[in-house]
């Protein structure tokens, strides 16, 4: 006759074997709560008392390190997996996928389905049976689950009431179609790297109702994006004017506008610009659509970001992916430096066609299908943009005290824009809040 103690070891083999099985979904596995789980597993199997509390206690650690129950974990895994089914789900019907890719996929669904099955309240039973402890171990458990993304919710309440996750998965599919796999159905923003994209945790929480001024470049930009969302063909645009006019915070309130539309926002330095057709590459075929930001752009003489980015404006024998714009920011408005000693003078004997060498950087910018132009802010403009920021931020100082020393901050510091506004309101509201304590 088996004791408790053989049939929890013979359920815990078990569940080993069956997370060991997965074909599609390993990558459950390889993230720090799914190697945590199998290395508790293995140590159970084991007999080892100390190591197996080890081996719970920090399993028990990475859970409440990521505000995540073995359970929740596993769902959010199969929301935004990035394996060959998902990636191709996403891209066609599931009746055009290969029948082995559907037979894998229900295979590992069951499988993490059963895993799921495995409460932490069962798995702290058979801890406190193997390293004979009087107490039964602290359960991490979510009282209520923070979901991230509103747009998981539906398929999240499927998995969790369904008594068979293989049945799921057209559902399944249908999600990866609608919102993307992997890093683009976890990120918002991103930033390429050494030739990776990485996401950006934090993303400038700019948001569009804290901009004030330029409203007919806004307007413009808004449509283009819109553009772009709705699957038309939409613009490469080149913001240009003076600095601290808003561009760059213009760009990035779009992600926080239609992020849940899917809009990605990826910044790309011009030292990388070099990689843009690899980036580009990268996105084709992916059902979010992505804003490349290029912020500052200028170049110099025989750059060779100047060259690749020309490639990605005008493309080449590869088509554009009607996913994808480039957002390009500067305060120069032909963006590649010009010299007076470039320019042809009758005696020149250097290069023949040399006017033909100045028209091609002088009008590199005419390659942007718009250029938004951001003319310096006068002075009502600016007082326009001090007031809807200190309405904002709950200043309310006489009006005119707050125009004079909004004039007299811009006159010490910056000069006149909404960078210098913003910098004003931003010292106002901490000089009155320490004034208040």
């Not at 309240?121 to 009282?143: C, F, G, N, R």
């Not at 007076?340 to 033909?356: G, K, L, M, S, V």
Request: aromatic letters at 10%.
């Amino acid at each position: 006759m088996s004791s408790p103690l053989s049939e929890a070891i013979a359920k815990i083999r078990f569940r080993q074997h069956q997370a060991l099985s997965l074909l599609l979904y390993q990558e459950v596995m390889a993230e720090p709560i799914g190697q945590a789980f199998l290395s508790l597993l293995d140590y159970m199997l084991q007999g080892e008392s100390h190591q197996t509390l080890q081996a719970y206690s920090y399993w028990f650690r990475v859970q409440a390190e990521q505000s995540q129950s073995w359970q929740n974990y596993l769902i959010t895994q199969i929301l935004r997996a990035d394996n060959p089914f998902s990636r191709q789900a996403q891209q066609c019907d599931l009746t055009a996928l290969n029948p082995s890719l559907i037979a894998a996929t229900r295979h590992d669904l069951e499988i993490l389905q059963t895993l799921y099955k495995c409460q932490g309240t069962k798995i702290a039973q058979w801890v406190q049976a193997i390293a004979q402890i009087p107490q039964l171990p602290i359960v991490w458990e979510d009282e209520t689950i923070v979901v991230e993304k509103i747009e998981e919710l539906p398929l999240r309440n499927q998995l969790s009431q369904s008594e068979n996750w293989g049945d799921a998965i057209e559902a399944i599919a249908a999600h990866y179609r609608k919102y993307g796999t992997g890093k683009f159905a976890q990120s918002q923003a991103f930033r390429w790297r050494s030739g990776q994209l990485m996401a950006i945790a934090n993303p400038d929480p700019i948001h569009l109702n804290q901009l004030v001024g330029y409203e007919p470049q806004r307007e413009t930009l808004l449509k283009n994006t819109e553009f772009l969302l709705a699957g038309y063909s939409a613009l490469n645009v080149l913001l240009y004017g003076s600095r601290g006019s808003g561009k760059s915070s213009l760009v990035k309130a779009l992600l926080h506008q239609y992020s849940d539309r899917g809009l990605r926002l990826i910044e790309v330095t011009k030292s990388e610009l070099r990689d843009l057709p690899q980036v580009i590459e990268q996105l084709r075929g992916v059902p979010q659509k992505f804003i490349i930001f290029v912020d500052d752009l200028s170049f110099e003489e025989d750059d060779d970001a100047f060259k690749a980015l020309k490639v990605v404006l005008e493309g080449n024998i590869t088509a554009r992916p009607e996913n994808v714009v480039v957002y390009a920011t500067s305060n120069r408005r032909h963006l590649v430096r010009e010299f007076f000693d470039e320019r042809p003078r009758p005696q020149d004997h250097n290069e023949i066609q040399a006017w033909d060498t100045v028209q091609e950087k002088l009008s590199f910018a005419d390659r942007f299908g718009l250029t938004l132009t951001f003319e310096p802010a006068d002075q009502e403009t600016y007082l326009t943009i001090v007031r809807h920021l200190a309405s904002q931020a709950g200043i309310t100082i006489d009006p005119e005290d707050l125009d004079y020393r909004a004039r007299q901050w811009a006159t010490r510091h910056n000069g006149r824009s909404g960078r210098t506004a913003r910098q004003f309101i931003d010292f106002l509201a901490a000089e009155i809040a320490l004034a208040d304590q």
